[in-house]
Each structure stands twice: as C-alpha cells, then as structure tokens.
C-alpha cells in the first residue's frame, strides 16, 4: 500500500503555551482552528510542506484528549498515514492479523474517510489512516426547520471547475490543501438551489446546471448527472412541477442552466427549449437579464442564452427592478462584484437570518476577505461588499448556505483568535 504523511497529532493541555512555540517561536502558520464536536476536542493544524502538524485541545472533561493528557501528560497523539483505499488498507491489515480499533471506514473532517490502528501493533503510537475522498462530495438533501420557515438545501449534482479561477490571486500552494485540484486542475464544487417553504408559499432559490450541456461540456464542467435536482426534489416529495416560483442570484449556467429543458420535437424537427418547471413563475432583476441577453468576451461563456431566452418567450418571468422583498421575509441584495448584478439572498424569520450568498462566498474556503474568484469582473467591488458583510455575518451570526460547498452545505461564520473557521450545521 501507498502511504503519505498526512499530520502528527498532538495532544495539547495548554493551548496558549503550545501556540507561544508553534505559532510565535517556530514563525508557523496556524489555521482557523475546526471543532469536531462528537469527540469534544478543537483541532488547530499548522500545515508543515506536504504534510501538517495538529493541535488537539479538549472542550470537554469528558474527551478522549483530555483523559489523554490527565493519564499521560501532554505529547504526541497519533500519526496520520493518507492512503488511497482506505477499505483495501484495512483488508490488507486484517489479512496480516493487525489489531484495529476501526473495522470499516467512518466519516471524519471535510469529507474525509478515517480508521484507527491499535496503538498495540504499532509500537505504542496510535496510527490513523485516512482517505480524502475528493471524489465524492456531501449531496444529501438537508432539510431545517428556521424560525417559522422550512429551508430546505437541495442539490444539483457535484460539478468541477478550474481551481486557479475559483481562487483568483492566492497561489495554489494556499489553496490547494483546503480545495485539492485532480489532474485537469480543477477542483471539486457542488451546485446547491435552496428551497424555502413558509405559510405564505415557496421559492426555489436557483436551480443548477440542467441537462442541456452537450457531452463535451459535460466533461469539461465533471457534470454528474446521476444525481442531479430532480432526484433531489423526490426526495423531499416535491417535483418540477409543483415547484410554482423561481428566483434567481444572478443567470450564470451554474445558477440558472435548471430553469429550461431541451425538448425533442416530434417529426425530425428541431428541439425547443421550453421552461423547466412547468408551473413555475420566474423572478429576474431586469438589469441582470440586460446584462445576460448583451453579454460580452469576457463573460460570454457563462450566459448561456438556452438558459433563459426561451422563458420570455413563454410569458412566464416577472422582472424587478432593485433590492426588493420578492415574498414575506425573502430579499434580494445586490453585491455586485462577481456579476454587474450578482446578488444574495436574505431569508428573516422569527428574528433570525439565513443568507443564500450565491457567488459572492462560494465556499467555505473563500471566507476570507480576499479570496476572490479570478471569474469576478468587478473584485474590487466584490472585496468591499464581502469585508463588510461578513464582519455582519459574524456578528448578528447568520446563518450562510454555500452554494458551491462540496461538503458543507450551510453553518456559522466565527472568529477566534483572529482566524476565522466555518461551523457546519448542514
Ligand atoms: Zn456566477
Ligand atoms: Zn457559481
């Protein structure tokens, strides 16, 4: 079997202490420290090359860590080895009579598969063995009760993208043990609509890529079909057809491609593009729909006309024309920035708040400020609409549904120490 260094986990009884020589005495870079809560402990991982070192702090008397550290004083941990195939590494260590802790492979942080060696058969050290499933993003449909309304995160599929225009300026190098590119360079996304349900009606907030992308674009975008929005909808007993109102962030393939579908015609003739959900009323900011029906070089690529031309034609698209309440509780605010027009979505119920924010924080990876995607053809604009909102995020603690996560589908923006990390709820 292949094995990579992955981290050294250390158990920490003094985190202050242990950052005054990690942090400050080293000069090491910490990251924003994740929780993982079922095992009480906050993990702080300070990437070291190709591999990292892991802070475990116990939140709780009660954590595997912290009666690590009352039995055994504060040290080293485990050692994490990343292996391809997780199931076969254990097969393969079964067969040779290793003890396991873990038979099977069980779910552990960003989408990652992990199991537990005895420290017994490796010498007194706990050996983890991971594998990170790049491959297979987090698409279940999550549904959660928000104050008085139902939201529900959909899904459309996982889909692919270049990574370097996902991240515009930062270097590789930042991003890519956050977002691992696959040998084409892009990295893995998520196309995530989300329904809101309250006893004023619905809206289904975009509705991802479709079915007209020809098989070459199919390819190139790693559209996977199997498990697209239809599927999603059965899920939750819904279906295109009884979906009755559609808003849309901004008319970007990714965003809007779901709103028609081809339609062979009968005859020979030629297919038509007819709406999508055959029910449906569609709400478009009319300065974005100039903007998409008069695109230019530059984003020419992803105003794709099939997308919404055709629902004009069928009579079925109410136009507005500014920041407006679109149903009780429901506003769209324009960021600007990524599209002339880009905007997010605000959904208040109850006193709390959940924003659908579309592409201007299109994954849990780009909440910092000036993680901008290199597809923005206003960043400056983007910057300064994302500082200010996210500082409001953080502080009124809203909720934020990622549209493009491919393992978190919503959770909390905090702040700690200076660093920011995303909270999953979904
Ligand atoms: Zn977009
Ligand atoms: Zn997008």
Redesign the pocket.
């Known amino acids: 079997m292949r094995a990579v260094l992955d981290h050294v986990g250390i158990a920490v009884a003094d985190l202050a202490a242990a950052l005054a020589f990690y942090r400050d005495a080293l000069g090491l870079e910490v990251e924003a420290p994740e929780e993982v809560v079922s095992q009480r402990v906050r993990a702080h991982v300070v990437p070291a090359g190709h591999s990292a070192i892991e802070l475990l702090e116990a939140t709780a008397p009660d954590s595997p860590i912290a009666k690590f550290v009352a039995k055994r004083g504060a040290g080293l941990h485990h050692v994490t080895l990343r292996v391809d195939d997780l199931r076969a590494a254990l097969a393969q260590l079964k067969a040779r009579g290793v003890r396991l802790i873990d038979d099977e492979p069980r779910p552990g942080a960003a989408g990652a598969l992990v199991a537990f060696i005895h420290p017994s058969a490796a010498h007194g050290v706990l050996v983890e063995l991971t594998q990170r499933d790049v491959d297979r993003p987090d698409l279940l449909v999550a549904r959660l009760p928000f104050g008085n309304v139902q939201l529900t995160m959909l899904h459309d599929g996982p889909f692919r993208l270049d990574g370097g225009a996902m991240f515009g300026v930062v270097p590789r190098v930042l991003w890519e043990r956050k977002a691992p590119p696959d040998d084409r360079n892009r990295i893995q996304l998520a196309l995530r609509p989300l329904l809101v349900e309250g006893d004023w009606g619905h809206v289904l907030i975009d509705c991802g890529a479709g079915d007209k992308m020809s098989p070459k674009e199919q390819d190139i975008y790693a559209l996977d079909r199997t498990h697209a929005l239809d599927a999603a909808l059965a899920e939750t007993g819904w279906s295109a057809d009884t979906i009755g109102f559609v808003l849309a962030s901004h008319l970007?393939f990714?965003?809007f491609g779901g709103a028609t579908a081809r339609i062979a015609n009968p005859a020979g003739s030629a297919p038509r593009v007819v709406p999508r959900f055959a029910n449906a009323r569609y709400a478009i900011r009319a300065a974005e729909w100039q903007d998409a029906t008069h695109p230019h070089e530059r984003n020419r690529a992803s105003y794709l006309q099939d997308d919404f031309v055709p629902l004009q034609a069928a009579g079925v698209v109410d136009f507005y024309e500014g920041d407006e309440e679109i149903r009780p509780g429901v506003r769209v605010v324009r960021t600007g920035g990524h599209t002339g027009q880009h905007q997010i979505v605000f959904v208040e119920s109850a006193g709390r708040t959940a924003v659908f924010v579309?592409?201007l924080i299109?994954t849990t990876a780009h909440i910092q400020d000036p993680w901008i995607m290199g597809y923005d053809l206003f960043p400056m604009e983007t910057l300064a609409f994302k500082k200010r909102f996210i500082r409001e995020a953080i502080e009124r603690e809203y909720l934020i549904v990622f549209?493009?996560d491919p393992h978190v589908a919503a959770g909390y923006i905090r702040e700690q120490d200076g660093h920011r990390y995303v909270e999953k709820v979904r």
């Open positions: 970007h990714d965003h579309a592409d299109p549209e493009h």
